[in-house]
């Protein structure tokens, strides 16, 4: 059981856009400011989309953008593209052992 | 432009060590902190543990203290040490570049470790 929680799949259509959740359960989480989404694709590298829950490393595209309200943060891509199918991850940092967490990871169909 | 260097696949049978290296090409290893994470077949990723700029640190509680992370400057090679291995250590083991924000900026592709009974 991951501690936090995402939505297990996901289907949108080109061109649409869609938010996937990350739920943390602790205050801890609400109140962090390390939040960081993945993109895991088979036979390539993850790479980190978003960190600092709202900021884009140089590189990564608009489409894709990052917000938190409480104990969830948010991902959403728009204009979804045939090769945004991929598995998504959040992430965070605590205070605590262990240091840093994943989501269960989301898996994203562009239908 | 920082590439970590893994691949390949490890079999082992249980209660066995793995043994792994990560290979940091165009930059330095110094300044950062490196992590590994793990990703069992069918299954989310889980923090394994990382050794910072000091040398020192951390892992996952859940892995009993059976983990040594360890770095070779000269050499730029972080390195993983699992002790006493059991089927639920299969995953794909990824070394990754940790930032100043807790995030993973830079990821290795993995190496896929099997363990059999």
């Known amino acids: 059981q991951s501690a936090l929680t995402q939505p297990a799949s996901l289907s949108a259509s080109p061109g649409q856009s869609i938010t996937i959740s990350c739920t943390g359960a602790s205050t801890d989480f609400g109140t962090s400011k390390f939040v960081s989404w993945y993109q895991l694709l088979p036979d390539k590298a993850p790479q980190l989309l978003i960190y600092d829950v709202t900021e884009r490393p140089s590189g990564i595209s608009s489409r894709f953008s990052g917000s938190k309200s409480g104990n969830t943060a948010s991902l959403t891509i728009s204009g979804l593209q045939a090769d945004d199918e991929a598995d998504y991850y959040c992430s965070s940092y605590r205070s605590n052992n262990p240091f840093i967490v994943f989501g269960g990871g989301t898996k994203l169909t562009v239908l | 432009q920082v590439q970590l260097n893994q691949g390949g696949t490890r079999i082992l049978k249980s209660s066995e060590t793995l043994s792994l290296t990560c290979g940091v090409s165009?930059?330095?290893?110094?300044?950062?902190?490196w992590s590994w994470i793990r990703q069992p077949p069918g299954r989310g990723l889980e923090w394994v543990g990382d050794?910072?700029?000091?040398?020192?640190?951390n892992s996952n509680p859940s892995l009993k203290s059976r983990v040594i992370i360890s770095v070779d400057p000269s050499k730029k090679q972080v390195f993983l040490n699992l002790s006493f291995m059991t089927a639920a250590d299969t995953a794909l083991y990824y070394c990754?570049?940790?930032?100043?924000?807790?995030?993973?900026?830079?990821w290795g592709k993995g190496t896929t470790v099997t363990v059999s009974s």
């Open positions: 165009g930059g330095s290893l110094s300044g950062y902190t």
């Open positions: 050794i910072d700029q000091g040398g020192s640190t």
């Open positions: 990754a570049r940790v930032v100043d924000n807790y995030s993973m900026d830079v």
